[in-house]
């Protein structure tokens, strides 16, 4: 894992093995401890920001440079 400061100052860890595919680069996992036992967020590959957004069908925004991954959860009801 590799270490990553936020914005705030706070040191995160993002786990390049633990992801999902974007629409311009990966989103990692970021984690709050070195031992992965507390979840921070996701990590934008592209413009390297933990400034993201997930909204109730696991869609991932990243508010920084647009990069997104599809729902995780879908049905045409979501239409």
């Known amino acids: 894992m590799r270490t990553h400061t936020t914005d705030d100052g706070e040191t995160v860890f993002v786990a390049e093995?633990?992801?999902?595919?974007?629409?311009?680069?990966?989103?990692?996992?970021?984690?709050?401890?070195?031992?992965?036992?507390?979840?921070?967020?996701?990590?934008?590959?592209?413009?390297?920001?933990?400034?993201?957004?997930?909204?109730a069908m696991g869609r991932i925004q990243c508010n920084q440079c647009g990069n997104f991954r599809k729902p995780t959860e879908w049905d045409a009801a979501h239409e």
């Open 17 to 55: 093995d633990e992801g999902d595919r974007g629409s311009k680069a990966p989103f990692y996992v970021a984690y709050g401890t070195s031992a992965r036992e507390e979840k921070y967020g996701w990590f934008c590959a592209h413009c390297e920001t933990v400034d993201n957004a997930m909204d």
